[in-house]
């Protein structure tokens, strides 16, 4: 079974700091990956995926994941956050076994605060 | 369009009761998961139903069950409730399903066994 390990539970940064979370995710097979956030008070959203081709994916709000397949990583990154940055943040893989894809395993989370 | 409808938003329960969630996808979609979410587990995949049929199935036991009806809406049961059960219920949808596309999903249920 695959699992999904992301390296900070809770990181602080002031404004216009870069930010990297760390994702890594156990399964030798065919995965899709995921970044998910939750703002305070909101619903999960998807904030990117990767399924194939450019293994530099961007997403919203300016953040971008690298797919390193060598290292099983799927790093999220942004140059400068902003205090609207404040969240949780899930990294997600769905991988794909003998029987077609499995559910999400979601990382337990890392508590993103953007200090002003 | 409206966005994935959880019921109840919070439940309080005693151990040995069982428990309905009920989950009304978007318009349209036809897939809906079920995820456990938990201070100590973080979120954990209990099943994913598609078109009426359960299509996967997370590590959970038996009195963990859902079903899913023909307007796609979900229910997600649980028997015999046991005091580790109380966790954020969360509902997803999406089109296809979760292999290629993302999910959708509404606030959760939050339920307390006592």
């Known amino acids: 079974a695959q699992s999904v390990s992301q390296h900070n539970h809770h990181v602080i940064l002031s404004e216009a700091a870069s930010l990297e979370l760390g994702c890594n995710y156990s399964y030798g097979g065919t995965v899709n990956l995921f970044w998910y956030v939750q703002y305070p008070g909101q619903h999960l959203q998807l904030l990117l995926k990767?399924?194939?081709?450019?293994?530099l994916v961007k997403g919203i709000k300016g953040f971008e994941a690298e797919f390193i397949k060598s290292k099983f990583s799927f790093n999220l990154r942004k140059p400068s956050v902003q205090w609207s940055d404040t969240a949780e943040y899930f990294c997600a893989v769905n991988a794909y076994s003998g029987g077609g894809a499995d559910g999400l395993t979601f990382g337990k989370g890392t508590h993103l605060i953007i200090q002003p | 369009k409206a966005g994935v409808t959880q019921t109840p938003r919070y439940l309080i329960k005693t151990r040995g009761q069982q428990v309905t969630l009920s989950c009304s996808p978007i318009s349209g979609h036809r897939s809906v998961s079920w995820y456990q979410q938990t201070p100590g587990q973080g979120l954990q995949f209990l099943f994913e139903?598609?078109?009426?049929?359960?299509?996967n199935k997370g590590n959970f036991p038996g009195r963990f069950s859902g079903r899913q009806f023909s307007n796609s809406r979900s229910e997600m049961n649980v028997s015999t409730l046991e005091l580790g059960d109380s966790a954020l219920y969360l509902c997803?949808?999406?089109?296809?399903?979760?292999?290629?596309?993302?999910?959708?999903f509404g606030s959760g249920t939050q339920l307390s066994v006592l």
């Open positions: 997803a949808s999406s089109s296809q399903g979760a292999t290629n596309e993302k999910l959708f």
């Open positions: 139903y598609f078109s009426e049929t359960q299509r």
């Open positions: 990767y399924f194939s081709g450019d293994p």
